[in-house]
């Protein structure tokens, strides 16, 4: 059941990031609304997470792959520029979600 906290609390941190794109700078009341709802509802959900689960790992795997989340909207959605950097770092980034997430079966 946290697991499924964490990927909520995550969906909902991209829904809030993604709508801060869509406020153009807090002038539209909807989007911007939206920031702070979804923001709301990924740390309650991110808190319920940290009931069960290790912080370091969490946290790591709630930034980590909310920022890759991130990145593949901004490329697929908003037509962001794809750089063979851009994608190597995304990569990095999962990698070490992975790495994390296999440190924390190792003790």
């Known amino acids: 059941m946290y697991v ?3 990927i909520l609390a995550i969906v909902f941190e991209v829904s809030g990031t993604t709508s801060m794109k869509f406020s153009q700078g807090f002038t539209k009341l ?4 939206l920031i702070f709802v979804c923001y709301a ?4 959900f991110l ?4 009931k069960k689960l290790e912080l370091s790992i969490t946290y790591a ?6 920022t890759a989340l991130i990145a593949a909207i901004g490329i697929i959605w908003f ?3 794809v750089t063979p950097i851009k994608l190597v770092s ?5 990698l070490g979600v992975i790495g994390l997430n296999l440190s924390a079966g190792a003790h």
């Open 90 to 94: 995304i990569t990095l980034i999962i």
């Open 30 to 33: 909807i989007p911007s609304v």
């Open 4 to 6: 499924i906290y964490l």
């Open 41 to 44: 509802i990924s740390f309650f």
């Open 79 to 81: 037509k962001e520029p």
């Open 61 to 66: 795997v709630w930034a980590g792959l909310g």
């Open 47 to 50: 808190t319920l997470t940290l």
